[in-house]
């Protein structure tokens, strides 16, 4: 049985929760309010994609193509 892929959305999602970071402060960095993180954090609205490249650009963030090499094991 193969492993579920994680979508990008909740990759981000991961990283925001991961950052050393607080919302507060990514808000601050970024101009995006910070009740709409709040909101994609906890599901409930998705991010233009605008606001994704602030979000990466603020976390360090890249997008990378999956390691094809990499074989999963259920």
Known sequence: MSKRRIVFSD???Q???QS???CYRISQETGIYE???SRF???RVGL???TVDLL???LGLRLAPEDKSKKWKG
Do not use: D, F
């Open 11 to 13: 990759q981000l999602r």
């Open 15 to 17: 990283a925001i929760r």
């Open 20 to 22: 050393e970071k607080t």
């Open 35 to 37: 009740s709409v993180l």
């Open 41 to 43: 954090v906890n599901e």
């Open 48 to 50: 233009s994609m605008p």
């Open 56 to 58: 990466c650009k603020c």
